[in-house]
């Protein structure tokens, strides 16, 4: 069997580095001959031939082809339409030469690509739409698109041909999975017949093993935060990320226990959150604003105490499985995190691993920080609803090899 996994980012980023690179290992071990598509944006300002050259070797001794196109920004739209009829004409070329079985398209703009390149192939491929999360709504939610303006409308379109050519799905919740598919609950396929797979955002749990007692010890010294209670947010921040209500949430537990410690692991604008931060009475030792790369994650979160996500509670969330919660319990943090996101609530509820937040007052999340205290040592239930829940292995690659196994018989 062999597939073709079309990825609109670049290999290098950390989403690549953590979902799509481990869940295509994953999918190889059922013995999938695996491609890669991505677009790498500044591809020849930050990629060499030779280093092009080098990660296809290394790549290719795990059983993954890669190819990659250029990203391109702006003007947006344009750039957008650009890359996607690139795209398409280079899918259209690896089906000819490779005769794919599965066109794997992780979101809607590779779905788009591959749907185009099956369209106009003689050879046809089976395509697996990974909608993973509501896309049109989500640009809305986030505010980048107006609410029913063309951009919005055009994706929706895209999105029901998508629906109607693709021949199996995932998504990453059971809400989704009721609001698109309904009658695969119970049966595991759409009323067409076609095969639907909820996957959650996994995690390697032996990645995240490494953060144990005694990392948690010297981490905790190397930070000087031994006697301290250590609350940490993993992400972004904006769109819909609620950025002051986190905030507050921190400035709330300083005002309760002034030994809080305020751990912020983030991508980008440090300054400005720890200047935020600052202006809810944390002082330098108070806190900890910093990028970290991926195989550091499970260091810095293993030296936290508890953990936090607030998502804006739309329409567009109940597709939402945030990859920061099965970190979160795969290094025994409790969270504290708000209703209405996926399927966090009954996840929280079910496993006793955190408290819910019902509103974003100061009651409230006096309320949240009772409520994790009062759920005493809930390490080990952590990690063990990590492993149940959100196993790379157990979970996310058994499920994806299901997919491809039911998908082609």
Known sequence: MRALYIC?????????????????????????????????????????????????????????????????????????????????????????????????????????????????????????????????????????????????????????????????????????????FPASRDTGLDKQGRPVEVIPCCVDIERFAAADANSRAATRKELGVENRTVIVYAGSFGGWYLTDEMLDLFATAKMRDPNVFAMILTQRDKEKIADALKTRGFADADCLVETVAPHEMPKYLGAADISISFIKACYSKQSSSPTKLAEYLACGLPIIANRGVGDVDELIERNKVGVLLDDFSPASYQKALDGVSNLGDVSDRCRETARREFDLKTVGGERYRRLYHKTLT
């Open 8 to 180: 609109y980012f670049g290999l290098r980023e950390p989403l690549v580095q953590t979902q799509v690179l481990p869940y295509l290992r994953e999918i190889g071990k059922g013995g999938v001959e695996l491609s890669l598509l991505t677009f790498e944006p500044d591809l020849r300002q930050k990629w060499t031939p030779a280093e092009i050259a080098e990660k296809r070797a290394s790549l290719a001794a795990e059983g993954i082809k890669w190819q990659c196109l250029a990203y391109h920004k702006r003007p947006s739209a344009p750039a957008t339409a650009w890359d996607t009829l690139a795209g398409a004409w280079r899918v259209r070329r690896l089906i000819a030469k490779e005769r794919f079985d599965v066109l794997h398209c992780r979101v809607h703009l590779p779905g788009l690509m591959g749907a185009l390149a099956r369209k106009f192939s003689r050879h046809k491929p089976k395509i697996i739409f990974d909608i993973r999360g509501f896309f049109p709504e989500e640009y809305t939610d986030a505010g980048r698109w107006p609410e029913n303006g063309w951009l919005y409308r055009a994706a929706k379109r895209v999105e029901r041909w998508l629906l109607r050519e693709s021949d199996a799905f995932v998504v990453l919740t059971e809400k989704a999975r009721d609001i698109l």
